[in-house]
């Protein structure tokens, strides 16, 4: 038996639960049984490539889309969190900070903040979950560029990805499935951004109020990740740039797991704090017009529903 004080320190030094420890060496186990995982592991301070190769291997069942089942159940929770019917999840990016070499130090690594960052785009569930990620952009790269390279908007576009069928809400309106982002993306009819401008409607304001207190989820998120992951926060020591997109996938998967585990939030993790710090808001001018619709719909929807 170890006492509270014990199981504090050691979840302190690993980031983890002695529960949530040992599930994860035995997802590894079987590719690093030659080393002692009690070094391999200590992932706030070093990773080592091996383990890296092993959590891509045993841990990716983390790191998912949802089946129906289970969008059903997050639709349910997205709606409990400010009233936004069928919405499947919430995107947003980071960037992750680096130190490189001057001769690697190109332009297009050097973000709006005089960083040298690769970014992180992640679509999170209501507990913060990683759903679908994408990384190894240079830093430099806007939000809407990286959305329409991923894999995740070429599903979306053909129709392979939030295509259920439509949600018939009172007054004959028919909402599909969507996820929230902020100005930064375009507005699709299956990825809603806010109103923009001044003198908004009250509508459009309580709209937009509710689209924030949802889109909060995945700011959370990233800053939990990176609180959690120290190897992520601050900045990087020259990385190699080819292998840093999969230490971050990696990081991605252990936080979905000690949310799997049902770990507790460690005391020196805040939630409080933007995950981007100094950056400024991006804003993308692309509207499509079905979409506008569809937003005008939701919007004049909850202002007609009563305050919960």
Excluded at 256 to 282: C, F, M, R, T, W
Excluded at 294 to 299: H, P, T, Y
Aim: proline content about 5%.
């Amino acid at each position: 038996m170890h006492t509270d004080d014990e199981e504090e320190k050691f979840k302190s030094f690993f980031r983890v639960s002695r529960k949530t420890f040992d599930y994860i060496c035995s997802l590894v186990k079987p590719d690093l049984s030659s080393r002692p995982l009690s070094i391999i592991i200590t992932v706030e301070s070093k990773v080592t490539w091996k383990f890296v190769e092993a959590m891509e291997e045993g841990g990716m069942d983390h790191l998912k889309w949802p089946d129906e089942n289970e969008m059903e159940e997050i639709k349910t929770k997205f709606e409990m969190i400010q009233g936004l019917p069928n919405c499947c999840g919430a995107i947003d990016s980071t960037h992750v900070v680096m130190s490189l070499p001057s001769v690697e130090a190109s332009n297009i690594w050097h973000d709006s903040k005089e960083n040298y960052s690769m970014i992180l785009q992640a679509i999170v569930d209501p507990e913060m979950r990683f759903r679908d990620i994408l990384t190894g952009w240079p830093g430099s790269i806007n939000n809407h560029h990286i959305l329409k390279s991923s894999g995740f908007f070429r599903l979306c576009e053909s129709g392979q990805r939030l295509n259920s069928p439509v949600k018939e809400l009172e007054g004959g309106i028919q909402i599909q499935e969507y996820i929230v982002g902020d100005g930064g993306y375009p507005l699709l009819p299956w990825l809603l951004t806010p109103y923009y401008g001044k003198d908004l409607s009250a509508s459009k304001f309580e709209f937009n109020k509710k689209h924030h207190g949802t889109r909060l989820v995945v700011e959370r998120a990233l800053a939990r990740f990176k609180g959690t992951w120290r190897i992520i926060d601050g900045v990087m020591w020259r990385p190699d740039k080819h292998k840093l997109p999969r230490i971050i996938l990696v990081c991605c998967i252990l936080h979905n797991i000690i949310i799997d585990q049902g770990d507790e939030l460690h005391a020196d993790v805040p939630l409080s704090h933007h995950h981007d710090s100094g950056y400024k808001q991006q804003f993308c001018p692309f509207a499509d017009a079905n979409a506008q619709t569809l937003r005008e719909q939701l919007s004049n929807y909850l202002s007609r529903k009563p305050r919960q």
